[in-house]
């Protein structure tokens, strides 16, 4: 198979790939169309479907491996697939790790830092709220490995959320050394769990899409709820320090129209904001860059960055 991201306008493919969507349209002139997103480990495309009931098409759903034959074209500045013909593949003619993306980054070993970042934060109930989650609860644990940090834009992945939570940790860790005013302990702690309601606002692969949870609360509210109730069975958990913790979490989005319930007025709260933007935005533009396959010219507009890109120039 030839993976999406090698993909050009004016090829024909004729490969397998995952139909991570699927959903029925009709033209302006009233004839139906199928809207379809092909996935593999590199990426997503679109693809089209014209004539779903010509020879050739025949029946499959969301979440089936496809065996496709079509044309790529480029609208509005992305790549599409033009779907000539279509069958649902068998099991033995696909491997399912090609079609999922996944971190380059052990699970392992990113799970053994997350582990000395919980055994570094010195305050007994703290301490406790960290090990409650991420060392007993083996159904979090595995929910937490196996997640994105997002459907889109940055650590779209699995093993995305563990990696941007640990990207976010080290930035706050060495923050907390340079700058004595931070309370370690809570940043470090506010840290790890920033985006622990992930979990349940994105769905699981190979769908890594919103959940109704996710869509009707969000993950700032989700992960508030869930730092709430883990510490509700501690036993005297200091409320004050309670409350700290769930307003780092509430405001780590820095701003009301990003989602974020309160603004910082903790300096922990300042800090998880900055790290928390800062790997999210290093992460996406080493994705653009990944994506432009090396590249040394201007890439264009970007809508994120408001700005054209392009890589810094060897000298």
Same mark, same amino acid.
């Given at each position: 198979?030839?993976?999406?991201?090698?993909?050009?306008?004016?090829?024909?493919?004729?490969?397998?790939?995952?139909?991570?969507?699927?959903?029925?349209?009709?033209?302006?002139?009233?004839?139906?169309?199928?809207?379809?997103?092909?996935?593999?480990?590199?990426?997503?495309?679109?693809?089209?479907?014209?004539?779903?009931?010509?020879?050739?098409?025949?029946?499959?759903?969301?979440?089936?491996?496809?065996?496709?034959?079509?044309?790529?074209?480029?609208?509005?500045?992305?790549?599409?697939?033009?779907?000539?013909?279509?069958?649902?593949?068998?099991?033995?003619?696909?491997?399912?790790?090609?079609?999922?993306?996944?971190?380059?980054?052990?699970?392992?070993?990113?799970?053994?830092?997350?582990?000395?970042?919980?055994?570094?934060?010195?305050?007994?109930?703290?301490?406790?709220?960290?090990?409650?989650?991420?060392?007993?609860?083996?159904?979090?644990?595995?929910?937490?490995?196996?997640?994105?940090?997002?459907?889109?834009?940055?650590?779209?992945?699995?093993?995305?959320?563990?990696?941007?939570?640990?990207?976010?940790?080290?930035?706050?860790?060495?923050?907390?050394?340079?700058?004595?005013?931070?309370? /370690?302990?809570?940043? &470090? @702690?506010?840290?790890?769990?920033? $985006?622990? !309601? #992930?979990?349940?606002? %994105?769905?699981?692969?190979? =769908?890594?899409?919103?959940?109704?949870?996710?869509?009707?609360?969000?993950?700032?509210?989700?992960?508030?709820?869930?730092?709430?109730?883990?510490?509700?069975?501690?036993?005297?958990?200091?409320?004050?320090?309670?409350?700290?913790?769930?307003?780092?979490?509430?405001?780590?989005?820095?701003?009301?129209?990003?989602?974020?319930?309160?603004?910082?007025?903790?300096?922990?709260?300042?800090?998880?904001?900055?790290?928390?933007?800062?790997?999210? /935005?290093?992460?996406? &533009? @080493?994705?653009?860059?990944?994506? $432009?396959? !090396? #590249?040394?010219?201007? %890439?264009?507009?970007?809508? =994120?960055?408001?700005?054209?890109?392009?890589?810094?120039?060897?000298?």
């Amino acid at each position: 198979m030839r993976f999406l991201n090698e993909l050009h306008e004016g090829d024909r493919i004729n490969g397998i790939y995952l139909c991570k969507q699927k959903q029925s349209a009709v033209t302006k002139n009233g004839k139906p169309y199928e809207n379809i997103i092909l996935q593999d480990k590199t990426g997503v495309m679109d693809g089209k479907i014209w004539d779903p009931n010509s020879l050739g098409i025949d029946d499959f759903d969301a979440l089936d491996y496809i065996d496709v034959v079509g044309d790529v074209t480029s609208f509005a500045g992305a790549m599409q697939l033009n779907i000539k013909r279509v069958r649902k593949a068998a099991e033995d003619e696909y491997n399912p790790a090609d079609y999922l993306p996944v971190s380059e980054n052990s699970t392992d070993d990113m799970y053994s830092q997350l582990k000395a970042f919980i055994d570094s934060v010195e305050n007994v109930y703290l301490s406790a709220l960290l090990k409650k989650l991420f060392v007993e609860d083996e159904e979090f644990i595995k929910a937490f490995e196996g997640h994105s940090a997002a459907k889109t834009v940055h650590h779209g992945f699995i093993g995305g959320l563990m990696e941007h939570t640990l990207g976010v940790t080290r930035l706050c860790d060495y923050m907390s050394k340079a700058y004595p005013v931070i309370n /370690r302990d809570l940043l &470090i @702690t506010a840290s790890l769990l920033h $985006d622990i !309601g #992930k979990t349940k606002e %994105l769905s699981s692969f190979p =769908l890594n899409d919103y959940t109704d949870e996710g869509q009707l609360l969000g993950h700032i509210y989700i992960g508030a709820q869930m730092i709430h109730d883990l510490a509700s069975q501690i036993p005297e958990f200091p409320e004050v320090l309670k409350n700290e913790l769930i307003h780092c979490i509430l405001a780590h989005h820095g701003e009301l129209e990003y989602g974020s319930p309160k603004k910082p007025a903790l300096v922990e709260a300042v800090a998880l904001n900055l790290a928390d933007n800062t790997d999210a /935005r290093m992460e996406t &533009i @080493t994705e653009i860059f990944a994506a $432009d396959k !090396g #590249k040394k010219d201007w %890439l264009g507009f970007n809508r =994120l960055f408001d700005s054209n890109l392009r890589r810094t120039k060897e000298v």
